[in-house]
């Protein structure tokens, strides 16, 4: 019996051997057929990931909107609305933004690459071009308004912040032109007993201060801190003389619309939307002083808010009257409301909810994403073609983005 556990023992040590000699043979042969399929797996998941993570509808739509023709020397432009031919400077710099915003780096790059050889010695731009060869529209070759250029700016130092020592070297250069260009365009004006250095509209324009201008170039000069080291301290000072300028405007429950330069003192005479909007993205809900800026999104709540032909906001209007009833919505300037309530968290105007006013410009939104200008109006400064402008600030108010602040969203890659 013990002689035949002993043999018994002795099969099952030999079986045993042979077993792991087989076991290794197979896993020899078989090793790189299991690497590859696994190798095959992680790269299918990693196609999956990529499949799920699906370009943003709104970024999708102003990805359609580039001219298949190149601009002399390099770069593209967007066409500002669906059916036309005109790109305007400022809506470059929106897409910009949103494009650095969502990580479509190459898609911002081809518009900086086109802005950068349409740029004048100046550092200026016109306020439109032909979008196919990035040729001057005809009839507008002035130099476009310090806002817009002051957006390019912004937009500029957006795409700095975020890529860092990954981005074009060559842009730098053209923001050093542009903020060059705004500081030319810096005047003295005097206002209880101080004085300020506000940036002019255009060279054709010398006397004219805007407050939206001047709110767009303290953005840029606010943001040039994080990207210009050699020049942080004067370019502080800027920003920081823009900021209180801006401040001597509010009153009470409103900031007012510009300086008139030669009566030395603020324009009350008219009224835009815009005004309360870029005060608070660009100056915060409160100021230095306790001011609180959101009391002007209130107002533009009572001034400018209509209900047809769909709930929203027009985008001017004259003090102590009433919005003329021939304006259309604005979605442009009803999203920029709309971001500034999300910001400040202001969950209702006039009794109208956000959400209601979120779902009024949903309605007039394209089967593309493509967000009108405004509802349908006879006024020839309106258009209620697919634009660049609502579609970018549509994507801004959705995500939560202040464009005047980029470094507050982006991370650097």
């Not at 045993?16 to 078989?30: E, G």
């Not at 981005?167 to 005047?187: A, P, T």
């Not at 209180?244 to 003192?265: A, I, P």
């Not at 349908?376 to 549509?394: L, R, Y």
Request: charged letters at 20%; a neutral charge.
């Amino acid at each position: 019996m013990l002689k035949m556990q002993s043999v018994i023992v002795k099969i099952s040590n030999n079986s045993l051997s042979y077993v792991k000699k087989l076991m290794r043979s197979i896993t020899f042969f078989l090793k790189p057929i299991f690497l590859a399929i696994l190798i095959f797996q992680i790269g299918y998941f990693n196609l999956g990931i990529t499949a799920m993570q699906e370009v943003d509808p709104y970024i999708k739509n102003l990805l359609s909107r580039f001219s298949e023709a190149k601009i002399n020397g390099g770069g593209r432009l967007l066409y500002s609305y669906k059916g036309s031919n005109s790109s305007f400077l400022y809506d470059q710099a929106l897409a910009i933004l949103a494009f650095v915003h969502s990580g479509q780096k190459n898609a911002a790059e081809d518009i900086l690459t086109g802005l950068f050889n349409l740029q004048s010695p100046n550092g200026t731009w016109t306020f439109q071009y032909e979008s196919a060869q990035g040729e001057i529209y005809p009839g507008d070759d002035e130099i476009s308004p310090s806002g817009a250029i002051a957006w390019v700016a912004v937009a500029i130092e957006a795409y700095q912040i975020k890529y860092g020592s990954n981005r074009k070297i060559k842009f730098d250069s053209m923001l050093n032109k542009v903020l060059d260009y705004l500081v030319s365009q810096q005047i003295e004006v005097k206002w209880k007993g101080k004085s300020y250095f506000p940036i002019t509209f255009s060279p054709k324009r010398p006397l004219s201060v805007s407050f939206e201008h001047n709110a767009d170039s303290y953005a840029a000069f606010l943001n040039a801190l994080y990207v210009d080291e050699k020049k942080r301290n004067e370019y502080s000072v800027i920003a920081s003389n823009l900021h209180s300028f801006l401040e001597t405007l509010w009153d009470d429950n409103r900031f007012h619309v510009g300086f008139k330069v030669q009566k030395g003192e603020p324009d009350k005479d008219e009224l835009y939307l815009d005004t309360q909007v870029l005060g608070l993205l660009a100056l915060g809900t409160s100021g230095r002083k306790g001011e609180d800026y959101t009391s002007g999104l209130h107002t533009n709540c009572k001034e400018f808010q209509i209900s047809y032909p769909i709930m929203g906001f027009v985008a001017y209007r004259l003090a102590g009257k009433q919005p003329a009833p021939t304006l259309p919505v604005w979605s442009e300037g009803s999203l920029g409301m709309m971001l500034a309530m999300k910001i400040a968290k202001i969950d209702q105007c006039e009794g109208t909810k956000l959400r209601d006013l979120e779902l009024a410009i949903e309605s007039i939104t394209q089967e593309d994403y493509g967000v009108p200008y405004s509802t349908p109006s006879s006024d020839p400064d309106f258009t209620s073609a697919s634009s660049v402008a609502g579609t970018a600030w549509k994507y801004f108010f959705l995500k939560g983005f202040n464009p005047y602040h980029p470094s507050e969203a982006l991370e650097s890659v």
